[in-house]
């Protein structure tokens, strides 16, 4: 018996289009302009600013400053996270983030910069009693974390700049203006770690640089106690140095 032919597909233009630009930025991983995704995908400037606006709504595109190049959102990487185990980065740096996560025993937390949002890449959950544990779901604010800031004490002044003018940085609050924010990053840089220790929360977190091939990152490695349990930098941030040490290697064994 003959097969029937194929029934055609009927599909939304609005939606095929969204795909279309999608795809686009996937392959464009340091961002493209509102301009050459119009030349590219052959549609009208404004078709494509609405299109941006919407997916920039619910997270699937971001845009580090007015007028600069859009690149995918955290969202469409949260949704992909059930799968990072089988991922390059996540793959690679697995054993070593296990076992350090292991020895201290608290939250922690391997991530990287995307657009101006912290994107998890592996996270360990502490199982004491009296402990941080952030909620999967629960956004977390580049500023305020350990993990955030030094990526973004690592970023070129210009585009530092850029990205915390688009983050929501509480403008009554004289502890977290963006030039003492910037210095403090400045800090961080030299002292070669981020120590942020929130005493009205009893809670600190330490996170180092991980300098690995572009494309693949930065990442930076942080932890999160309570302060109860926090016996200072000087013994945990030379574990954290060392681990970020083997990563990088790991990473320069690939390339």
């Given at each position: 018996?003959?097969?029937p032919?194929s ?11 969204a ?6 930025l996937?392959?464009e991983?340091e961002?493209?302009?509102l301009?050459?995704?119009s030349?590219t ?20 595109v971001?845009?580090e400053f007015?007028?600069g ?25 697995q ?8 020895e201290?025993g ?5 991530a ?14 502490s199982q ?11 956004p ?17 002044e210009?585009?530092l ?21 910037c210095?403090?990053?400045q ?7 981020a ?10 977190s330490?996170a ?6 572009a ?13 109860v349990?926090y ?25």
């Amino acid at each position: 018996m003959p097969t029937p032919p194929s029934k055609p597909v009927r599909t939304l233009q609005s939606l095929d289009r969204a795909m279309a630009l999608l795809d686009q930025l996937a392959n464009e991983p340091e961002g493209i302009r509102l301009t050459q995704l119009s030349e590219t995908l052959d549609l009208k400037l404004q078709t494509v600013r609405t299109l941006l606006q919407t997916l920039v709504h619910h997270g699937l595109v971001t845009q580090e400053f007015r007028g600069g190049p859009y690149m995918m959102g955290a969202q469409i990487h949260r949704w992909s996270r059930l799968n990072l185990s089988k991922m390059d980065i996540a793959s690679r740096v697995q054993p070593v983030f296990a076992r350090v996560a292991e020895e201290l025993g608290e939250y922690m937390l391997l991530a990287k910069l995307q657009g101006h949002t912290l994107l998890r890449i592996i996270e360990y959950t502490s199982q004491h009693k009296i402990s941080y544990n952030p909620s999967s779901a629960e956004p977390l604010p580049v500023y305020q974390f350990s993990t955030g800031q030094i990526l973004l004490a690592h970023l070129e002044e210009k585009r530092l700049r850029h990205v915390l003018a688009a983050m929501e940085i509480p403008q009554n609050n004289p502890k977290l203006s963006i030039e003492l924010l910037c210095q403090q990053l400045q800090t961080y840089r030299k002292q070669g770690y981020a120590e942020i220790i929130k005493k009205e929360d009893e809670l600190v977190s330490l996170a180092v640089f991980v300098d690995v091939p572009a494309g693949k990152g930065p990442l930076a490695l942080g932890i999160a106690q309570p302060l109860v349990r926090y016996s200072g930098a000087d013994k945990t941030v030379p574990i954290l140095k060392q681990a970020a040490s083997e990563m990088q290697e790991l990473f320069g064994e690939f390339n």
